[in-house]
């Protein structure tokens, strides 16, 4: 017998709905990155091309140029016109952009890893960067009449404060908090535009640098000391992109449309407002001398710079806030397609999307407090900020190039847009490159051991479930009487009511002969009902669905869970529901109990065997794929027990070890000699007693 259920506990995608709250909530969960931008842009600009006694008036205006056309060709016309309405249900991000065209194609995993492992690397930097440019703005400040902070010692003990203590209370949930968020950067973003229109009413014909002939200009000027490399510091304006149409799935796609543009505009006149700021005090030799001068902090009248520092505080929090639970959800979504290892997983609060990976937690709170302590100053973390995420973005063009294929754009005009955007990051790409030589092989570090463990764990799983490495399958069909009389059989103690393999069922009907090898040989174990269970992951993130197939049987069933990315694997939870309407369908029959606690029980114990593999010695593959095989087997100690990851920590689990052995086995056989075995026999007195055989 084999049907497919209804959905389980189907969890609908977000509310996609504009609305005033939505708008509000987008602007506390998406824009945190992007919306500190201001905060060390402009700063990086001035610095880079050699402090204020070379910047002019057309440099000035061409930065600001660049920057808007920066914010417009990448992030409107890619992120938010484009690859917003690449939606997996509603959810966004690079792994579910790789979900929606997966099957068009098996080598895109490899974009997939690679610009998941980048997005990571480099968001660690965020947190420091944007935390250490905030309080550095504090440095000097009289607060309650006295400086707090003196000196740059001060502002990284603060900072090393501030994030040990944003890292630590994740473990408690920040629902709470949360609810703060959107009204803060709402505040913020208005308050970006209101001071940056304080100095631009000074110098309205600043207006002007809209037009796209200041940048083209800027970029071949010899005011400009860079060249094109400038564009590696004006790529720090649009760094939240990538995270943008990642934390589409918490605020719904209308929501991001609704207040894309607010933000842009509040941002643009800060730009803008910074730009007249620097043009006044470019020449004054009081600006010039100030060591490590940021505008955006000196640009604020003395008697709300207090406020707005303390306000910037809070907005670079927000922005490192989203960038952890961000990481939390692109880890969670890699786990679940089997892209990363296992990892414990903890849901805090009843918050929808709220989710605490404790080893993700500590990694990034480690990396970036080195990351702080390594380079000192928010200066030196901005000439290595954005290496990565470069690569990310050139990433996800290379999926959309597979999803505009597949979708109903006009193919040339599709082609047109991937050429057109992959031109622009790769030129991108080359220009912040020299970002590793101040820092940025940092990051480009940490994206590499992570693409590393991507490799082992994805490929190894793969190596490891080839059928061509001689790996044993049987057919259930074929074992139907063993296991039946088995099942029947009273001389036989009842090890468990329903037993329960985890494993992964090919054909509908072939397993691996592990799994019958410990029902029938290791130690017969009689059960009433034999569970074989496949935990399949889809591309729809909400799904939970599944099927069973009986066999025709009342003791064997074959049970494919369907659950989607999102999804935690509560796989006991799922199979006592299952086993009810099973049972109330008639396809089982029920297992009153005689000793129990709950009346009128009707469904009886479950056990669960889970067999652990270990790498033969027998195992003769060639050197590279026996490494990467043996390197998952050794992460897979390091990570999640599989009892947690599948919902089964309370629950009666037993676990057993068998060989694994993959490709040509390696054949030891001993020979039989005729005479008594000498103790001390040589090697040579054996090929001699050989030749006097023969």
Not at 13 to 21: E, G, I, P, Q, V
Request: glycine share 6%; net charge positive.
């Amino acid at each position: 017998m084999k049907w497919k259920s209804s959905l389980i506990n189907h969890k609908p995608s977000t509310n996609n709905r504009l609305s005033l709250a939505g708008i509000i909530v987008a602007l506390g969960v998406v824009y945190g990155d992007i919306g500190t931008s201001p905060m060390y842009t402009m700063a990086a600009l001035i610095s880079g091309n050699g402090g204020l006694q070379n910047i002019s008036t057309d440099f000035i205006l061409g930065s600001v140029s660049l920057i808007f056309w920066t914010l417009t060709i990448v992030t409107t016309t890619k992120y938010v016109l484009i690859a917003l309405r690449a939606d997996n249900h509603g959810e966004g991000g690079i792994f579910a952009l790789y979900t929606l065209v997966r099957k068009k194609a098996k080598w895109l995993i490899i974009p997939a890893m690679i610009g998941g492992a980048t997005f990571l690397a480099d968001g660690m930097m965020t947190p420091a960067v944007t935390v250490t440019t905030a309080i550095e703005g504090l440095k000097g400040v009289t607060i309650f009449n006295s400086v707090w902070i003196h000196n740059q010692k001060t502002v990284i003990l603060v900072t090393v404060i501030i994030l040990s203590i944003l890292f630590f209370i994740q473990r408690f949930g920040t629902e709470a908090i949360g609810r703060a968020f959107g009204p803060i950067m709402m505040l913020w973003f208005t308050c970006l535009a209101l001071i940056g229109l304080y100095r631009l009413a000074d110098d309205w014909s600043f207006l002007r640098a809209l037009n796209p002939l200041y940048a083209v200009q800027t970029l071949f000027s010899p005011q400009n000391k860079n060249g094109l490399f400038i564009l590696g510091s004006i790529f720090l304006a649009t760094t939240g992109a990538e995270a943008l149409y990642s934390d589409m799935g918490h605020v719904g796609r209308n929501n991001i449309y609704g207040s894309w543009p607010y933000v842009k505009i509040c941002l643009l006149i800060n730009y803008l407002g910074q730009a007249v700021w620097i043009n006044q005090i470019k020449d004054q030799p009081l600006f010039q001398q100030m060591d490590g001068l940021n505008p955006f902090f000196a640009m604020i009248p003395s008697q709300f710079r207090l406020a707005m520092t303390f306000l910037a505080a809070m907005a670079a929090i927000i922005a490192s806030q989203a960038l952890i639970s961000g990481s939390y959800t692109l880890v969670s979504e890699a786990t679940k397609l089997k892209i990363l290892p296992r990892l414990r997983m903890v849901y805090p609060t009843n918050f929808k999307g709220q989710l605490y990976i404790p080893a993700v937690n500590n990694i990034i709170w480690i990396l970036c407090l080195g990351i702080v302590i390594f380079f000192q100053t928010s200066a030196r973390m901005s000439a290595a900020y954005g290496l990565e995420i470069t690569i990310t973005m050139i990433m996800t063009t290379i999926l959309l190039n597979a999803w505009l294929a597949t979708s109903n754009f006009n193919k040339f005009f599709a082609k047109l847009i991937v050429i057109f955007f992959f031109s622009i990051e790769t030129i991108f790409l080359i220009t912040n490159s020299i970002k590793y030589l101040h820092g940025g092989y940092v990051t480009l570090g940490i994206a590499l051991v992570i693409i590393m463990i991507m490799i082992i764990w994805h490929y190894g799983e793969l190596l490891k479930n080839d059928n061509t490495f001689h790996r044993e399958y049987v057919s259930l069909l074929a074992y139907k009487n063993q296991l039946k009389n088995l099942s029947q059989d009273q001389s036989m103690p009842l090890y468990a009511t329903n037993l329960v393999y985890l494993t992964h069922v090919h054909n509908g009907y072939k397993i691996k002969k592990d799994i019958l090898y410990s029902i029938l040989d290791k130690r017969p174990k009689r059960a009433q009902v034999y569970w074989f269970v496949t935990v399949n992951v889809t591309d729809n993130p909400y799904t939970t669905a599944y099927s069973v197939d009986t066999y025709n049987t009342n003791y064997m069933v074959n049970v494919q869970l369907y659950l989607g990315f999102r999804m935690e694997q509560k796989v006991n939870l799922f199979l006592r529901q299952i086993i009810n309407e099973m049972m109330i369908k008639g396809e089982l029959p029920r297992q009153p109990q005689q000793y129990t606690t709950i009346p009128d029980r009707s469904v009886g114990d479950f056990t669960f065997v889970l067999i652990q593999e270990v790498l033969s010695p027998d195992t003769q593959l060639d050197n590279l794929k026996k490494n990467i095989i043996q390197a998952r087997l050794w992460l897979q100690k390091y990570t999640v027990t599989p009892a947690i990851w599948f919902g089964l920590s309370y629950s009666d689990v037993i676990e057993e070890r068998v060989p694994l052995a993959l490709g040509r086995m390696r054949s030891d056989r001993l020979r039989l000699v005729k005479r008594e075995p000498i103790i001390n026999y040589t090697n040579d007195e054996l090929d001699e007693d050989e030749t006097d055989d023969d």
